[in-house]
């Protein structure tokens, strides 16, 4: 169990020393990335590619790499926007790690990208514990997957700079309780910004945007209390 434990760290600790290089790459570039996180299907993609559209038509450079286990459906789907995509096929592993981000960004990522949306490959175990580089890690849940979601998913939750609801016009048919929810993510991570969105009626949408070039400017993010906390065994959010 102790070897376990060790080589956890180990790879761990290798990857966030390969994320602060790579923060430190994109931030003398003055690109920043933003880190998508949530389960499948819970609409991550629709609105990602709704507000990479935005960003096309507010003239904002950004580009987009999407991750999973297998097929470049994604990847088409967000290439509809026009902005520069490039998928990521994990070949079974469930989430994505720096060396892995890096390989794929290296000579493909256009010099003037300000924003690089990463998303990640649909989980909110793995993917939660390894730092890439990100100026914004985004946590997103749909109303459909109900409110306790922050609660069973502490880690993905609890480390997020903002949060992100999707299909909120599912929410009556779901019978989503926004209150619940709202005292869910509070109990994980204290203080943290909540916004509801739905990309098939454009509500909500930009705002995601909005965050991104608010924290590529240079201001402020969130602090997760759970960074701060966080064990020997799972490298803090930077």
């Avoid at 956890?8 to 931030?27: C, I, P, S, W």
């Avoid at 003239?59 to 999973?68: E, F, S």
């Avoid at 609801?165 to 929410?171: E, F």
Wanted: hydrophobic share 45%.
């Amino acid at each position: 169990m102790c070897r376990a434990t060790d080589l956890r760290t180990a790879v761990l600790a290798k990857n966030d020393h390969g994320a602060q290089e790579l923060r430190a790459e994109l931030a003398a570039r003055r690109t920043a990335m933003v880190n998508l996180l949530s389960s499948p299907g819970s609409g991550k993609t629709a609105l990602l590619e709704a507000e990479l559209t935005l960003a096309r038509e507010r003239g904002v450079p950004v580009a987009a790499l999407t991750a999973d286990l297998a097929t470049e459906n994604d990847a088409t789907r967000l290439a509809r926007s026009g902005a520069p995509v490039r998928q990521v096929l994990t070949a079974g592993l469930c989430h994505i790690e720096t060396d892995m981000l890096r390989g794929h960004l290296d000579g493909w990522l256009p010099d003037a990208t300000r924003l690089l949306f990463v998303e990640n490959v649909g989980n909110l175990v793995c993917p939660a514990s390894y730092d890439l580089g990100e100026t914004l890690r985004v946590a997103l849940a749909s109303v459909t997957e109900g409110e306790d979601k922050p609660l069973k998913y502490p880690t993905a939750f609890g480390l997020a700079h903002l949060v992100v609801v999707t299909k909120d016009d599912l929410a009556a048919a779901a019978e989503f309780d926004r209150a619940a929810f709202l005292d869910h993510v509070r109990q994980v991570n204290p203080g943290v910004e909540v916004v509801f969105t739905s990309a098939r009626r454009g509500a909500g949408v930009g705002q995601l945007l909005d965050r991104a070039l608010a924290a590529a400017d240079g201001e402020p993010v969130h602090t997760p209390v759970m960074a701060a906390t966080a064990p020997a065994d799972r490298e803090p959010v930077r």
